[in-house]
């Protein structure tokens, strides 16, 4: 499965909330306590596909509008997640990297998200990330509002400003751009997910649930990659 030469695979995982309504289960969070299982599901089959880095979308800067009881919801999954599971990613040989505004979270979340970086900072196998807070236009914000205070102290002339010295500041820095991107669920668009850094990505939808996604879709899609590859002479 390693002949897909995908270097940076980006997944937008939606549709727990539709899932628990179709199993009709009582609580949305039954949805996405079901997507956490196949989270830890892809970095193994990613692992297996020689794919050196995934960025994953697990809460955005929009879904700060969703209600309090699921926001708080969401979190807790999260802490319990990074808690609970870098026994698996230090087995795994997995990099967590957490990317986003992190300036919104409580300060516990904050401090236990770092642990996490901390405890597997020398894994070397698949680089994680995972966006919590994040937008891709406001990371690109945050890049700029950086260089533009350099700007200002005289660090930096407005004329030295390049894209490289933007993505050199931004979330993902020295990390490669998005080869491929799948998305879940059926929808058919980024949702604000990594703006800069998919420019040239392949992009494939699929209509199946997030806590569906099995590994032959993930085969599928880098088939679907490959092909592309493929037709363009590359």
């Known amino acids: 499965m390693a002949d897909h030469h995908v270097r940076h695979l980006g997944v937008i995982m939606d549709g727990n909330r539709r899932w628990a309504k179709k199993h009709m289960l009582q609580s949305v969070m039954n949805g996405h306590e079901r997507g956490g299982d196949t989270f830890i599901d892809v ?44 026994d698996i990613c230090l087995e795994l040989d997995i990099r967590v990297r957490v990317i986003g505004d992190l300036s919104r979270l409580d300060r516990d979340l904050y401090d236990v998200i770092r642990n996490a970086e901390a405890q597997t900072a020398h894994c070397k196998t698949l680089g994680l990330q995972i966006a919590i807070s994040y937008g891709g236009r406001d990371e690109i914000v945050r890049s700029v509002r950086t260089l533009a205070e350099q700007v200002r102290e005289g660090i930096l002339s407005p004329e030295a400003i390049t894209e490289n010295l933007i993505g050199e500041n931004l979330d993902t820095a020295g990390i490669p751009d998005v080869d491929l991107v799948i998305r879940t669920g059926g929808n058919r668009r980024l949702s604000n997910f990594l703006t800069w850094q998919t420019t040239y990505a392949e992009l494939y939808f699929t209509d199946v649930l997030w806590p569906d996604f099995s590994e032959e879709d993930l085969r599928a899609a880098l088939a679907y990659y490959r092909d592309i590859q493929i037709n363009n002479g590359k």
């Open 43 to 86: 970095c193994r089959w990613c692992e297996n596909a020689d794919i050196p880095y995934l960025t994953v979308y697990a809460f955005s800067t929009e879904n700060w509008e969703r209600t309090d009881r699921e926001v708080s919801g969401l979190f807790s999954l999260m802490k319990k997640f990074f808690l609970e599971k870098m």
